[in-house]
């Protein structure tokens, strides 16, 4: 497999979130996790016309495992909508 520029821009995003995750933060990091949410959106539609679902999912997999408590919010959220 090549290093496509989308397969570089998902390696770079997953450091880039582990850092910022690292470092202090006053709101517990909720402005860093919506600036990454909005950029792994686009990152990753762009893996799947490069590199195909399969390493787009693993790289949504990885995005969710960083920053997992938007993830569960949205579970609450929709459990709560959906009544389950």
Do not use: E
């Not at 399969?54 to 579970?75: K, N």
Request: aromatic share 18%; glycine share 6%; net charge positive.
């Amino acid at each position: 497999m090549m290093f496509t520029p989308a397969f570089v821009l998902a390696c770079v995003w997953l450091v880039v979130a582990n850092v910022l995750a690292m470092l202090p933060s006053n709101d517990n990091h909720w402005r860093r996790a919506y600036v990454l949410i909005g950029m792994g959106v686009p990152i990753a539609i762009y893996l799947i016309f490069q590199n195909g679902f399969w390493l787009a999912l693993i790289f949504v997999l990885a995005g969710m495992w960083i920053l997992r408590w938007p993830v569960i919010y949205l579970a609450r959220w929709l459990r709560k909508v959906f009544g389950l």
